[in-house]
T-cell receptor
Framework: KAGVTQTPRYLIKTRGQQVTLSCSPI?????VSWYQQTPGQGLQFLFE???????NKGNFPGRFSGRQFSNSRSEMNVSTLELGDSALYLC????????????FGSGTRLTVV | GNSVTQMEGPVTLSEEAFLTINCTYT??????LFWYVQYPGEGLQLLLK?????DKGSNKGFEATYRKETTSFHLEKGSVQVSDSAVYFC?????????????FGQGTELSVKP
């Protein structure tokens, strides 16, 4: 059974540009969440989508946005990149009901220069 | 608000030593509790979970018991191996009040020496 797939694995962008990251959840999982991981702030929740609707949102500026498609694949977009956006972005999927726990992808390492 | 606090690392142990990583939480509701592990260059892997008080989660020799009275979920393993070297994260979810959001501790790096 395929796991959570995130593309690309690595990305280098210039300050001011925008970026789109992709996440394909495990087949049958309709809940997808995104997290930002940095050495200073640790793991922080960005947002969660379920059945194409944003169900929950963390405390990030509006430059961070996301969406989910009818096949449960999700994308997140960061506009007007800042140096502080450099991080590992992790996507996680789950069957409905957090009791199952979330399965994480390997992440996208974004470097902003 | 809800939060998770883990013991600071790094923790360095010799192979076959006993491991304890402390985790305490603050939550207004009745959270589920998780331990995740992250190996270098990889995402997070679910290690074990517990969904209600007194539940014991276990996997690969690791165990943790959900203690509501002490708001704790300490991770233990009787005999660590070099391959257990990784960063361990304690996390909680409060599905009733916060939906699909995991709150993580800061992580504890474990290094096991042969």
């Amino acid at each position: 059974k395929a796991g959570v797939t995130q593309t690309p694995r690595y990305l280098i962008k210039t300050r001011g540009q925008q970026v789109t990251l992709s996440c394909s959840p495990i087949s049958g999982h309709r809940s997808v969440s995104w997290y930002q991981q940095t050495p200073g702030q640790g793991l922080q929740f960005l947002f969660e989508y379920f059945s194409e609707t944003q169900r929950n949102k963390g405390n990030f500026p509006g430059r961070f946005s996301g969406r989910q498609f009818s096949n449960s694949r999700s994308e997140m977009n960061v506009s007007t990149l800042e140096l502080g956006d450099s991080a590992l972005y992790l996507c996680a999927s789950s069957l409905e009901g957090l009791d199952y726990g979330y399965t994480f992808g390997s992440g996208t390492r974004l470097t902003v220069v | 608000g809800n939060s998770v606090t883990q013991m600071e690392g790094p923790v360095t142990l010799s192979e076959e030593a006993f491991l304890t990583i402390n985790c305490t939480y603050t939550a207004t509701g009745y959270p589920s509790l998780f331990w995740y592990v992250q190996y270098p260059g990889e995402g997070l892997q679910l290690l074990l979970k517990a969904t209600k008080a007194d539940d014991k989660g276990s996997n690969k020799g690791f165990e943790a018991t959900y203690r509501k009275e002490t708001t704790s979920f300490h991770l233990e393993k009787g005999s660590v191996q070099v391959s257990d070297s990784a960063v361990y994260f304690c996390a909680l979810s409060d599905r009733l009040n916060q939906g699909g959001k995991l709150i993580f501790g800061q992580g504890t790096e474990l290094s096991v020496k042969p």
